[in-house]
């Protein structure tokens, strides 16, 4: 699997497919948001869409493929200029966005950072702030533990940096001022999520506040997949 060297980090990505590109940003927070991941998800769009589309699919960095160094500059700004140079290295300069999880975080980053580029955007159970700060700050010291030997040149100041810039504000979504969320022109379609990690509540109100966004309330369970991929499928081919 090719990876792209960007000073001392490393990104694992593969690209299959041919037509409008997709950029994949998968679920399994800041540990396992890697491509193997979309295979535990509810609907893989991996499968799903690359016989329509080119994917281009990546993992993270630090997530047990991709590598980077820990910092405590490092925050979703540091994620965004992974993803957009993996797209300048393929030579892709729009592209549409479908992420899970971390993976809404991700988005509303690029589609904020870089709206003239991102052509429309689906975000699968975006993670939101709703009484879980604990589990957040539980997630990030996991984090820091499993990949904690690969780091020597991080001290806790650089881990403690990286978690306020990532997890340690009241802002609802984290990656994004929540006064921005009603400033967002790209079109989004939101599926929504309903546990600790991914609340409804995240996914209602990036629904209700983000001019172009649609909510898609049911979509896990087998009996609500045809209708969800359908309205996937019809909101990618109106905007791609």
């Known amino acids: 699997m090719p990876t792209l060297e960007l000073d001392a980090t490393t990104i694992r990505y593969e690209v299959t497919g041919e037509g409008p590109p997709i950029l994949m940003l998968a679920p399994g927070g800041l540990r396992a948001s890697r491509i193997e991941t979309w295979g535990n998800a509810p609907w893989n769009p991996i499968d799903a869409l690359s016989d329509r589309y080119q994917i281009v699919a990546m993992d ?57 580029r991102v052509t429309a955007a689906v975000a699968m159970q975006p993670i939101g702030q709703d009484g879980n700060a604990e589990e957040f700050r539980a997630i990030f010291d996991d984090w820091r ?30 990656s994004v001022d929540d006064d921005v969320i009603g400033s967002i022109t790209t079109p989004l379609l939101v599926l929504r999520g309903n546990d600790v990690y991914h609340p409804s ?10 001019p172009r966004a649609t909510l898609v309330e049911r979509w896990k369970d087998a009996d609500d997949q045809p209708a969800a991929r359908a309205a996937v499928d019809r909101f990618l081919a109106d905007h791609t």
Do not use: K
């Open 60 to 116: 993270q960095r630090n997530t047990g493929t991709s590598f980077g160094p820990i910092a405590a500059t490092d925050g979703w700004d540091t994620y965004a200029a992974d993803q957009l140079a993996l797209m300048d290295h393929l030579g892709i300069e729009r592209f549409a966005v479908c992420g899970m999880c971390i993976g809404g975080a991700f988005i509303l980053r690029l589609v904020t950072t870089v709206p003239e």
């Open 145 to 174: 533990a499993s990949i904690g030997g690969e780091h020597p040149e991080a001290g806790d100041d650089d881990w403690e940096g990286c978690f306020a810039n990532l997890f340690g504000s009241e802002r609802r979504f984290w």
């Open 201 to 210: 509540s995240a996914s209602e109100h990036l629904a209700a506040t983000a």
